[in-house]
């Protein structure tokens, strides 16, 4: 059992930044992949990134790419989810996931498929 706890989340106007965080419990971080996603109103939760237990393989939601970064530090059993260049269509609650799939199976899972969640955290965009 692991649990997970989001922070970073905000108000920010278009094309500002926020850098999200997920702090993790337990001593096996490392073996776990590690991802976001994200609901936004009215709308099914999505996949946006993952990142695997030795941070090689990496894979983003396409309308993210080159303005979403996906970290973590085992060490601090912490992940972490840059997010720049943020437009209103990023507005949504952000959920930490956890799961001992890959990070390409998390990629194309069913939100339904992942082992582990953290509560949310609320991003929201302005115009």
């Known amino acids: 059992q692991v649990q997970l706890v989001e922070s970073g989340g905000g108000l920010v106007q278009a094309g500002g930044s926020l850098r999200l965080s997920c702090t993790a419990s337990g001593r096996t971080f490392s073996r776990y992949t590690m991802g976001w996603f994200r609901r936004a109103p009215g709308k099914e939760r999505e996949f946006v990134a993952a990142i695997n237990g030795g941070g090689e393989h990496i894979y983003y939601l396409d309308s993210v790419k080159g303005r979403f970064t996906i970290s973590r530090d085992n060490a601090k059993n912490t992940q972490y989810l840059q997010m720049n260049s943020l437009k209103p269509d990023d507005t949504a609650i952000y959920y930490c996931?956890?799961?001992?799939?890959?990070?390409?199976?998390?990629?194309?899972?069913?939100?339904?498929?992942?082992?582990?969640w953290g509560k949310g955290t609320l991003v929201t965009v302005s115009s």
């Open positions: 996931a956890a799961d001992f799939s890959t990070a390409q199976a998390m990629s194309i899972k069913n939100a339904s498929g992942v082992d582990y």
